[in-house]
């Protein structure tokens, strides 16, 4: 999609559409061509699972710590 197009319906400038599509890119996650005079932009779907896998893996280490905190935050005294 065009910068114009991710933008429409949002209250995102097109410029910080870009910016966060340079982000993407940087990360490779996103990548563009050139479409005449526009830019069309585009998410790697396979990138995009395996940051997805990782994130979900992260999420689960910090739910697994957080519990053990409160086990023992919540444990009875001897």
Do not use: C, N, Y
Not at 46 to 72: H, I, M, T, V, Y
């Amino acid at each position: 999609m065009s910068i114009k197009q991710l933008a429409s319906g949002t209250r995102m400038t097109r410029q910080a559409v870009t910016k966060h599509l340079h982000v993407l890119s940087s990360a490779g996650l996103a990548t563009v061509a050139r479409q005449g005079r526009e830019q069309i932009w585009s998410l790697d779907q396979q990138q995009l699972a395996q940051a997805r896998q990782f994130l979900d893996r992260l999420a689960q280490q910090w739910e697994d710590a957080l519990g053990r905190l409160k086990s023992l935050v919540e444990e009875p005294e001897a």
